[in-house]
């Protein structure tokens, strides 16, 4: 498993990952999510040793990543898609990864080397240079690095950025397949609907400290606002009697409310419309997303925040005849 113990990381005066610990499980994928500047890729950095932490430990079957004998071996990685020479094509970068990582005989590597790129769909631009790559391509390129040495790991920083829908749904059958065989998957996305979809479990963290590890039900369950939608006959009554109630009502639709209060639930809801009478025609338990239950963990731990409302500049006035004039001399 990967496993990261009290792992700090200090830039001078500013702690970009501080005292973080949790584990990847074999077997999982794990969502690694939090706000941007939350210290997510100086701790993928720091596990795979770019990077050297202040203090505290990150671990790959139980080494660290300089330990490890070809580490390529051990943990596949993307964190960069743009790191690959505009020179080279993509067949030459992956032969001089496998070299340098000694991946095998030079007729193990080039036949490796044909398989990744068949795999990630690059087997007929393998000898273009890289540089004219588009976003997408290089990152089924730089998946097919972190694929080489047939990895019992994998840890991926953004894997989804710059794919297409074919892209994205290919990306999320291959990361669950890859855990699915006994490996732990590693992998952080903004593109929280994925994610849920994806993950098994979670590692939410703010301003470079855990703010949790939960499956990804679970996180759901406990984090994201649920409410209550009903729709019933004489939806003003029901209004002023939750009201008094302390629930929270918003309009939902024609004769539909939206409910919410701690632990109310449908029954609740339910009972309540029976003793006033009301004929009910829709009653629905809505439960929030993960991208709301997100927001509503991280949204004290956001570092860069935009305003709601920016200020625009007013439309200039149009031109009078006399203003023309003035431009014509």
């Known amino acids: 498993m990967i496993e990261i113990d009290g792992l700090t990381r200090r830039y001078g005066d500013v702690t970009a990952v501080d005292d973080l610990s949790f584990t990847a499980a074999d077997g999982e994928v794990t969502g690694f999510v939090g706000p941007n500047g939350a210290g997510k890729s100086t701790t993928m950095r720091m596990l795979l040793g770019l990077d050297r932490p202040t203090a505290g430990t990150a671990r790959i079957d139980g080494s660290a990543y300089q330990e490890l004998d070809r580490p390529m071996t051990h943990v596949g990685a993307l964190l960069d898609a743009g790191w690959i020479h505009p020179g080279r094509s993509a067949r030459a970068h992956l032969l001089w990864l ?98 849920a979809m994806t993950a098994d479990s979670l590692v939410v963290i703010g301003r470079g400290r855990l703010i949790g590890q939960h499956s990804t039900e679970e996180f759901v369950r406990t984090t994201a606002p649920t409410s209550v939608r009903v729709r019933v006959d004489r939806p003003d009554e029901l209004r002023d009697e939750v009201l008094r109630h302390g629930v929270t009502v918003e309009s939902s639709g024609p004769g539909a409310l939206s409910l919410r209060a701690p632990d109310l639930g449908t029954d609740d809801v339910g009972d309540l419309c029976f003793r006033l009478g009301l004929r009910v025609d829709e009653l629905t338990l809505v439960t929030g997303s993960l991208e709301e239950a997100f927001l509503a963990a991280t949204g004290e731990s956001v570092t860069y925040r935009s305003t709601p409302d920016p200020v625009l500049p007013h439309a200039p006035a149009p031109m009078t005849t006399d203003d023309r004039l003035e431009v014509a001399r």
């Open 98 to 195: 496998a070299r340098t990582a000694r991946l095998g005989t030079g007729f193990e590597i080039a036949t490796r080397v044909d398989e990744v790129l068949a795999h990630v769909g690059l087997h007929e631009v393998a000898s273009k240079k890289a540089g004219g790559f588009s976003l997408g391509m290089r990152q089924r390129l730089g998946l097919a690095g972190a694929l080489l040495g047939r990895p019992g790991h994998l840890v991926l920083d953004e894997p989804l950025n710059g794919l297409d829908p074919e892209g994205v749904h290919w990306m999320r059958r291959l990361i669950r397949d890859y855990a699915e065989r006994g490996n732990a998957v590693l992998v952080s996305s903004h593109l929280l609907s994925e994610l």
